[in-house]
């Protein structure tokens, strides 16, 4: 049994709007980011394959668990790719993706950069999504993941089975936006109607600062708070 088969059959993840991922061609599915598992459910539901950028580290681990690790992530879709260096990781992403695209395939990612903190969505990065989707040219797809923090909360060593959800939206076209990749105002337009759609569809509460930052305040307050006990 694949990763993906064994998946819904254990979960069995509802998904709504299934018909907008086209049967063929490329097409960028940008996505809410809840949960780790995030990217193995997103694939589990659609009948082609999704590529997503993981951390090279995941590829590379040595030992038994190192190789079991990197056959997992090989087996849903995860593309390694070495981010050590910040901006040479973020063009080794955008390099990937667009190869992915102008393959005909799926790509997968996540505009926030990383997991929400909280459960509330946060405002998107403009580098990569809009860069990717004006250099190829391919539609983008805004999707919700739903309930994916609820199955293994920090902390929790075994994932909790119950139903997660992913609603996919109409494709967005941005073809009024092409050859314009190098404005910074386009790029952030872009990836803005990106996330207000993701939000129309998950309705999560909207952040308008990113996740990152979010996440810096939040350790920054628990280390504070731990210091005044």
């Known amino acids: 049994m694949s990763v993906g088969a064994g998946l819904k059959a254990a979960f069995r993840p509802w998904v709504e709007g299934k018909e907008h991922v ?8 940008a996505s809410n980011h809840l949960s780790f598992s995030d990217s193995f459910f997103l694939p589990a ?6 590529t997503f950028i993981a951390k090279a580290e995941y590829f590379n681990a040595p030992g038994v668990k190192g190789k079991l690790t990197a056959a997992f992530f090989k087996g849903v879709g995860q593309l390694p790719v070495d981010r050590s260096g910040a901006r040479g990781a973020g063009e080794a992403a955008i390099s990937s993706a667009i190869a992915v695209l102008e393959r005909g395939e799926l790509f ?62 109409a494709p967005l076209d941005f073809s009024r936006y092409q050859g314009m990749e190098g404005d910074r105002f386009i790029l952030r337009s872009l990836t803005d109607e990106v996330m207000y ?27 504070g708070g731990a210091q005044e006990r």
């Open 22 to 29: 086209p049967a063929d061609g490329p097409a960028i599915l």
């Open 45 to 50: 539901v659609l009948d082609r394959r999704v």
């Open 108 to 169: 997968g990612i996540y505009p926030e950069g990383t997991r929400s903190p909280d459960g509330r969505l946060y405002r998107g990065k403009p580098g990569g999504l809009a860069r990717v989707a004006l250099a190829t040219g391919a539609p983008v797809l805004p999707v919700a993941m739903i309930d994916t923090e609820k199955i293994q909360p920090p902390g929790k060593v075994v994932p909790k089975l119950m139903r997660p959800g992913i609603r996919i939206g």
């Open 197 to 223: 759609a993701i939000m129309r569809l998950s309705g999560q509460e909207y952040v308008d600062v990113y996740a990152t930052v979010a996440k810096r305040e939040l350790a920054e307050a628990a280390k």
